[in-house]
């Protein structure tokens, strides 16, 4: 810690810094906002909290120096090598756990010098936090790739009250059984005082294996910071972009495996196959935001998801017209917006998910009453978006039907009320309210 610098009363522990980090030529470093869910679920916290922020910057080697936001948060790098990156972020975090987590859609893969990097580098994750805490501070602990942090925090600062939150899903024991270092993540995560799981289902699931942590497990569904998606944007002129059509579909994801985003396009497709929609009034937008490239099983992802983009346009677009717009690209927070509003159904398909923020996002941009929600039964936002048209993702046909509800439906005063009881639902329980649920129930442990 900088000797200018003052210990922090709370400080968060994610592995990434709310920021991208850039390095000019004139040697200076300047941070942009970076977009993803945690980074929107806890910003506005740590503002409010003038906190502390420990995480990795997202590039390897060469590591900037503590720096703060505009918002007043302090940023304190964690450096990653790029062994480290690939064994630690890429392997443990991404090829081992993230597949184990999300019930083995994919194989996860077992490998012990991945484990010696997960170990490596969440106690250089601790030993950095336990610099930057205060006697007695709060430490909010996020997210799968840094499990063993907390046992390993307590072990140094029994002062610190610390908090661990599982942004993804926790697997029923069976699943998490076949981790070979099974023991030694449950003892990382017992380190925390309180352990938050997205919902009562994750929670059970770790109770099982941990009983006697009981009345330190809790589900505490995540949202987002709805204030965000209130400004209107020009919706006829979004929907000129696009030709006009009849109805807008969209898909928003980082472009994963477990999202389910071939499926969707495949159920779509089989409903222009069979003339239930029209390919000459109907468009399909697809944001699909690149992620953890390197790896086999997204690169593989992806270009079946982008084979059916070429297969669709080609069965059933037309010179001038393409039925499915897709973008392997970012956007800014501004043009998510904009396609969130101006969409007549949204569809998210994920097989497996913590929450899915981009449900609730939705959701938060339709004041109005317009739209419809397809939302996957196996996604957390299924708990609490009940009047979404709930599809199983697993089941092409399901997906197709509730699509084509959901179309049919457009306009209609049953589609109204679906729409504004989840913008209710969704509006009362925001991230605002999460984090103080959080952070109460932190706060109240002895
Ligand atoms: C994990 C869990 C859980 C996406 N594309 C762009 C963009 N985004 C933003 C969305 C949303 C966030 O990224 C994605 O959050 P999700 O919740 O949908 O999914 P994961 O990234 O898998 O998040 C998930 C979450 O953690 C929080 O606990 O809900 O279950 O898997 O906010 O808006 N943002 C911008 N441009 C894009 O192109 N600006």
Known sequence: M????????????????????????????????????LVAALQPVLEQ?????????????????????????????????????EEFYEGFSNATLWPLYHDVIMRPRYH??????????????????????????????????????????????????????????????????????????????????????????????FQALAPQAADRIHAFPISIDTAAFQQSTDIQRTRARFGNPDTLLLGVDRLDYTKGILQRLEAFEELLEQGLIDAERTVFVQVATPS???????????????????????????????????????????????LYQAADVMVVTPFKDGMNLVAKEYVASHSDGRGALVLSEFAGAAQELRTSYLCNPHDID????????????????????????????????????????????????P
């Open 112 to 205: 012990r010098p991945w484990w010696q990097a997960y170990e490596r580098v969440n106690a250089r994750f601790a030993q950095r936090t336990a610099e930057v805490a205060a006697p007695n501070a709060v430490v909010w602990v996020q997210d799968y790739q840094l499990q063993l942090v907390p046992g390993m925090l307590k072990a140094m600062r029994p002062d610190l009250k610390i908090g661990l939150f599982l942004h993804i899903p926790f697997p029923p024991p069976s699943l998490f059984l076949q981790l070979p270092w099974r023991e030694q993540i449950l003892e990382g995560m017992l380190g925390a005082d309180v352990l938050g799981f997205q919902l009562p289902s994750c929670a059970k699931n």
């Open 398 to 445: 399901s997906i197709k039907a509730q699509m084509l509800a959901a179309i049919n439906d457009q306009g209609s005063a049953e589609a109204q009320q679906r729409m504004e009881a989840m913008y209710q639902q969704v509006m009362h329980c925001d991230v605002e309210r999460w984090a103080k649920n959080f952070l109460e129930e932190l706060l109240s442990t």
């Open 292 to 338: 953890r490239e390197r790896l086999e099983h997204y690169r593989l992802t992806r270009s079946k998801v982008e084979e059916a983009v070429g297969r669709i346009n080609g069965r059933f677009g037309s010179i001038g017209h393409s039925v499915v717009r897709y973008h392997h690209q970012s956007l800014k927070r501004a043009e998510l917006i904009e």
């Open 49 to 85: 909290r003038q906190g502390g922020w420990v995480g990795w910057p997202g590039t390897v080697g060469e590591t900037p120096a503590p720096m703060s936001t505009e918002g007043g948060i302090q940023l304190h790098p964690v450096e990653l090598s790029q062994a480290d990156f």
């Open 2 to 37: 900088p000797a200018t610098a003052k210990p922090h009363d709370f400080v968060v522990v994610a592995n990434r810094l709310p920021v991208d980090i850039s390095y000019h030529a004139d040697g200076t470093i300047s941070a942009q906002p970076s977009p993803g869910g």
